[in-house]
């Protein structure tokens, strides 16, 4: 675990990141904008990149390069700078490409330093909507406040979310174990993108459950989530902490860790 000082280096930082990057995505949303694809991903063909996708990475990191010239970056929009450090910054420029291209505000910046074990410190941030979210293993911060999930431990109880159920998942053995989750569920709500692990650690949803993600997809969101006193794993309970990891990016996000035995038990039914 790092130092005291060295964490409150880290989120200082994040801040400084947040703003430049957000000096350029949202110069970019809203607007007219070319939407390219980068080919098939998992249900869809369509998988959308943007020039605000690219530029705000390159911001992002021409600022670590700057702070941090040792440490390893890996990011969605370009190579991975391996520099041999144990410290790894993984970015995601706009989690929610989709939403962002659509106008809907849900997307977000993440951003993570990995030190080679776990993520030690993790931002969400979205600028249109003025919010910032920053977590550490015991503390998650929301515009400068302490957040935390709330209790919920019965799935009857829950309002569970995932993206897309038809598009983003690998095929019907995913999508009806989401489902046989989501019809036991008090309440559904889902295209949310980053923002619903937020919204967990917030206290206002229970259950995030996603597949086909990648490292810079939810890095940033573990120490977020676990700051908050929520869990995130695989959908068979496992660590996701592998930068590395080409597993199918089957995720589980919960607020409460009881309720997160009985979600796991439901995605692992088998017939």
Known sequence: MAADDDLKIYTDFLHEVASAAANVSLKYFKKPIEVQSKGPKLGTDFDPVTIADQNTEKAIRELIRTRFPDHNIQGEEQATEQKGSDYTWVIDPIDGTRAYITGIPTWGTLVSLHDGNKTIVGMLDQPYLKERYIGTENTTMFNGRKISCRPCDDLFNATISTTDPLQLFRGPIEQDAFFRVASRAKLMRNGYDCYAYAMIAAGFIDVVIESGLEPYDIQAMIPIIEGAGGIVTNWQGGAVNDLNANDGGQILACG????????????????
């Open 256 to 271: 409460d860790k009881r309720l997160h035995e009985q979600v796991v038990e439901l995605l692992n039914i088998t017939d």
